[in-house]
């Protein structure tokens, strides 16, 4: 296991720091930020940028989305995410935390949704979603859409 320190701010530097740069957390490992800790339980998620873990703090899970310091975009999603909850966005996961981990990696902490729209539907007969529930998956991605360009 290993522990991480973060601070709010993302240009800050970290009390810790390791020989290969862009190190992103593993399982199990700590990371925290100026006033809250996440044990990272399990992966949700990842992509040549970064990791979603499944992460618990004060046994609340949330989602983890880790990405690589150097090569990182997190700060554009931090500052949507602010701005669409600000304006009463409804579609859209609540930021709950973020910060960095210099130089190896950026972190935000959002909610922890269900299950993603390519497992739900790889559960259904035949590996599709039926017309009406297809309709709604579409509504609800268009509201969304729609409250992040207002």
Avoid: W
């Avoid at 190190?23 to 990371?31: A, E, F, W």
């Avoid at 966005?89 to 709950?96: N, P, R």
């Amino acid at each position: 296991m290993v522990e991480f320190d973060g601070t709010h701010s993302l240009s800050s530097s970290a009390s810790q720091t390791f020989e290969d740069q862009n190190r992103l957390p593993q399982i199990d490992d700590i990371v925290k930020s100026s006033n809250r800790t996440y044990h990272l339980i399990a992966i949700l998620g990842e992509g040549g940028y970064g990791k979603v873990f499944h992460a618990i703090q004060n046994g609340k899970s949330y989602a983890l989305k880790a990405e690589k310091y150097k090569s990182s975009m997190l700060h554009i999603e931090i500052t949507v995410l602010k701005t669409a909850l600000k304006r009463g966005a409804e579609h859209i996961c609540e930021l709950h935390d973020y910060g960095a981990v210099k130089p190896d990696f950026v972190f935000m902490v959002v909610t922890l949704l269900g299950k993603d729209l390519y497992k739900l539907r790889n559960e259904q007969p035949d590996r599709h979603f039926s017309i009406s529930s297809a309709v709604r998956v579409g509504i609800h991605t268009c509201k969304a859409i729609e409250e992040l360009h207002r």
